[in-house]
């Protein structure tokens, strides 16, 4: 690319990111972090092919200015971790809403089609929970508790089991995004397949209510964390397919973290899907009315903390830089 295309590409987006640093423009510092690093992998590309030219010496100084208005006295804040749940992160989710409308879509036609196989093939079940377990659930239906295998162990063996497998769970459907969005989706589609086929099992034996009264308690997060961390691989994977306007590197990188950001966020949520299932759960004569009451709560949970509650804060956020004068 000639210097003069190269510089009209691209002089907006550096005279935007000068003011932005010179006069203290108060941004998202995801957005400053990534200006910076388009800036550096501009002045890498100008390094090789316009040595010694005005353009080069223009981006060494916007980048030697950036850098110590980044890094100058900084210092980190007591409540960092609080402000990464209560802040940071809400704001920085909700530009990837829409890969996560793409993780649900892949995980729901999944579960249909666990579904569908399950009413049309009565051994589809059994290729997918194996033998095992849908024998020794049947025999739960025969006398009377189709649930009993979530009774089984003690109360904290079960919560420190089920919320480390769950978020070894999480952490596979996020790392599965190395070999591209491809990966991540197997694992968004072949857990889909699983659910729709565990759920429509039930309902083949006349137990459909009782059964998911009590699923559905620990599995509204579980299974919604689940697709979640399927978004975080989604965001890596996509970020190799689709780099936009940086190296494939450097967006692989930048992939690599936003992903990791989305599933460290999902932690807290396993542990509580994980004490659920290990206090409550088991307890399959609770009143219906509570049992569809943790149920509630729990999905109005992940709704507002995932979708909502960024939303809030983005306009919240939006509405206060409109209105400030720099």
């Not at 030219?53 to 980190?76: G, P, R, V, W």
């Not at 829409?98 to 196989?117: E, H, M, P, W």
Request: with cysteine.
């Amino acid at each position: 690319m000639r210097e003069a295309a190269f510089v009209k590409q691209n002089k907006e987006k550096w005279i935007a990111f000068e003011k932005a640093i010179n006069y203290n423009a108060h941004i998202n510092p995801d957005e400053l972090a990534n200006g910076y690093i388009q800036l550096t992998n501009d002045l890498a590309y100008a390094q090789t092919y316009y040595a010694e030219s005005k353009t080069l010496l223009y981006l060494n100084s916007l980048a030697s200015q950036a850098h110590q208005k980044i890094y100058k006295n900084k210092k980190e804040n007591r409540n960092r971790i609080a402000d990464f749940w209560k802040t940071e992160f809400p704001i920085f989710f909700r530009q990837y809403h829409k890969t996560l409308g793409i993780a649900f879509l892949i995980f729901i036609v999944a579960s249909a089609i666990g579904s569908i196989s399950v009413m049309n093939d009565d051994t589809f079940v059994r290729l997918i929970l194996g033998d095992a377990y849908v024998n020794e659930t049947l025999n739960n239906i025969a006398s009377g508790d189709p649930t009993a295998i979530y009774k089984g162990g003690s109360e904290i063996g079960t919560f420190l089991g089920i919320t480390i497998n769950n978020i070894k769970v999480a952490f596979m459907a996020f790392s599965f995004g190395v070999i591209t969005s491809i990966g991540t989706a197997y694992i968004l589609f072949s857990n889909g397949v699983m659910l729709g086929a565990f759920i429509t099992f039930f309902y083949t034996q006349d137990v459909f209510y009782q059964a998911n009264k009590q699923i559905w308690l620990h599995g509204t997060i579980e299974i919604s964390v689940i697709i979640i961390a399927g978004c975080a691989g989604l965001i890596m994977g996509n970020s190799i397919l689709f780099p936009k306007t940086y190296s494939r590197r450097v967006s692989f990188m930048k992939g690599a973290k936003d992903g990791l950001k989305v599933v460290v966020s999902t932690i807290p949520f396993f542990i509580i899907a994980g004490f659920i299932e290990g206090f409550i759960t088991r307890y399959s004569n609770m009143p219906s009315w509570l049992a569809f009451l943790v149920i509630g709560s729990s999905l109005v949970l992940i709704l507002f903390y995932y979708i909502i509650y960024p939303i809030l804060l983005n306009q919240s956020y939006a509405s206060r830089k409109s209105g400030k004068i720099y």
